[in-house]
Nanobody
Framework: QVQLVESGGGLVQAGGSLRLSCAASGRTFSTYAMGWFRQAPEKEREFVAGISWQSNTHYADSVKGRFTISRDNAKNTVYLQMNSLKPEDTASYYC????????????????WGQGTQVTGSS
């Protein structure tokens, strides 16, 4: 089983960019599908982007064209490049891992990181 640690969050003005990283421990990282989720205060956790072990990707409509998910299996790391940030992107961002393919349901992921805060200011 992998363990996940996110980094890269912060405060950014509307229209700015951030890159989140999720470092995974464990030798089987390359076999996991990885997802990025976010949760704003008093809202449910929602899917943002996912990447399969074959590097197929899927995005929520709200971030399509602005965010890019990628993975570097040699570094056991998955990234979320966030461009053209909006105030409504403000949330805690979590990476998650699961055996199998990308799934939009957070309950289908076995392992979670601790989260990193992203705040977009207007």
């Amino acid at each position: 089983q992998v363990q996940l640690v996110e980094s890269g969050g912060g405060l950014v003005q509307a229209g700015g960019s951030l890159r989140l990283s999720c470092a995974a421990s464990g030798r089987t990282f390359s076999t996991y599908a990885m997802g990025w989720f976010r949760q704003a205060p008093e809202k449910e956790r929602e899917f943002v982007a996912g990447i399969s072990w074959q590097s197929n990707t899927h995005y929520a409509d709200s971030v399509k064209g602005r965010f890019t998910i990628s993975r570097d299996n040699a570094k056991n790391t998955v990234y979320l490049q966030m461009n053209s940030l909006k105030p409504e992107d403000t949330a805690s961002y979590y990476c998650a891992a699961r055996v199998g393919g990308i799934n939009l349901n957070a309950k289908m992921y076995d392992t979670w990181g601790q989260g990193t805060q992203v705040t977009g200011s207007s």
